[in-house]
């Protein structure tokens, strides 16, 4: 379910650009040489792996580590006669608080056929139907979550292990504009405006120099992540449909978002919308493509 608008996990709009035809500048590494990890050219989509069957992409812009075949943790939890009784206790309270039970709320201990029947609004009607359906709602809840960090930790293992090797100056001036309004907007919420309150007591920073040198790294992240989703699309055809589109920016007015498609639109492009798609068909290729412990 797609609970919020991830900006790539930074919160911030991911700006789509070309990769051909504009000036770049050559950076230094962000990151450090990737230890043991064998690197390949690509031509095209044309990907000479190497031994072991480890390979990442490298185009001119960005270098990706390994996304295949990863390890990970299986998932173990296991919902206990206790994780039920400590959920309707909840639902219970949740219940009983909203009406005067001269101030008594019940215990999972005090539960009867007829107080499930009440705080299902009738959906259930015995106790051993309702504890059925709560355990089951807690084991798909919980693989639910184990998913969703999986898929989150094995994304930013790969941008954390990616290289940048250079940018578009176009590219950059967008995203550290967009990154100095953003946090410009945090120090507005968060220290009245304050920039140098904001950055040294929300961000632990003791100067405007190590300010100005953290807005830079964001920006490069913001680029390196964006790179790595586009490279990964293009050599998995991880592409996006029209169909895809209408339906994520339906989800963006439903949701309460954004009012209108022109308030869309003012705030993000159609390009955004896309990559914002690709993200999540990248960490479901990622995930489905790892392999248990």
């Known amino acids: 379910m797609r609970k919020k608008i991830v900006y790539i996990l930074l919160a911030l709009v991911i700006t789509t650009t070309s990769l051909t035809g504009c000036k770049k500048k050559e950076t230094e590494a962000i990151d450090n040489q990737i230890e043991q990890t064998v690197e390949t050219t690509v031509s095209g989509n044309d990907v000479v792996e190497t031994k072991e069957d480890e390979f990442i992409i490298k185009n001119e812009y960005v270098k990706i580590a390994d996304y295949e075949n990863i390890e990970v943790e299986p998932y173990d939890k296991e919902v206990t006669d206790t994780d039920v009784e400590n959920y309707i206790n909840f639902a219970l309270s949740a219940y009983y608080s909203k009406i005067d039970m001269d101030g008594y709320i019940p215990y999972y201990k005090d539960l009867t056929d007829k107080m499930v029947s009440e705080i299902t609004d009738g959906k259930y009607t015995t106790i ?58 945090y120090a507005q919420y968060f220290a009245d405006g304050d920039i140098e309150a904001f950055y040294t007591e929300s961000l632990g920073l003791k100067s405007e120099e190590e300010y100005n040198d953290f807005l830079e790294q964001e920006a490069l ?57 690709q993200y999540y068909k990248i960490r479901d290729f990622i995930y489905n493509n790892a392999i248990a412990k």
Do not use: P, W
Not at 224 to 239: D, F, G, Q, R, S
């Open 128 to 185: 051993e139907e309702y504890k059925v359906y709560v355990k089951d709602m807690l084991e798909k809840d919980g693989f639910s979550d184990y998913e969703e960090k999986t898929k989150d930790e094995l994304f930013n293992n790969i941008i954390e292990n990616s290289e940048l090797i250079t940018y578009e100056d176009e590219v950059y001036e967008r995203y550290h504009d967009y990154v100095v309004k953003n946090y410009n907007e």
């Open 221 to 277: 992240k913001n680029i390196k992540i964006e790179y790595v989703i586009h490279a990964i699309a293009e050599k998995e055809n991880i592409t996006v449909s029209d169909e895809e589109v209408k339906n994520e920016i339906q989800n963006y007015l439903n949701n309460g978002y954004f009012a209108t498609e022109e308030d869309l639109f003012e705030y993000m492009t159609r390009d955004e919308i896309c990559t914002n798609i």
